[in-house]
């Protein structure tokens, strides 16, 4: 066995685990992208429906308290 078969014993091993596990790390990155993005959306969403309902209870507080002042 010579320089060139060792090299080629170890090294195509080598360079086929780190290939794989390049890919699962690709992989994993792109999913854990397109989780965040939807996670964002859910937490703007949630964000817009508190505004919205805080600025209804606002508007009820409001009018309570010019019904209170015209007594």
Do not use: C, S
Request: aromatic fraction near 8%; hydrophobic fraction near 50%; charge should be negative.
């Amino acid at each position: 066995m010579n320089n060139l078969q060792l090299y080629i014993a170890i090294g195509v091993p080598v360079l086929l685990n780190f290939g794989t596990v390049l890919a699962f790390f690709l992989l994993l990155n792109g999913n854990m992208n397109t989780r965040l993005d939807a996670m964002n959306r859910r937490f703007d969403d949630m964000r817009d429906l508190w505004r919205a309902e805080l600025h209804r209870v606002e508007e009820v507080l409001d009018a309570r308290l010019k019904h209170l002042e015209e007594r």
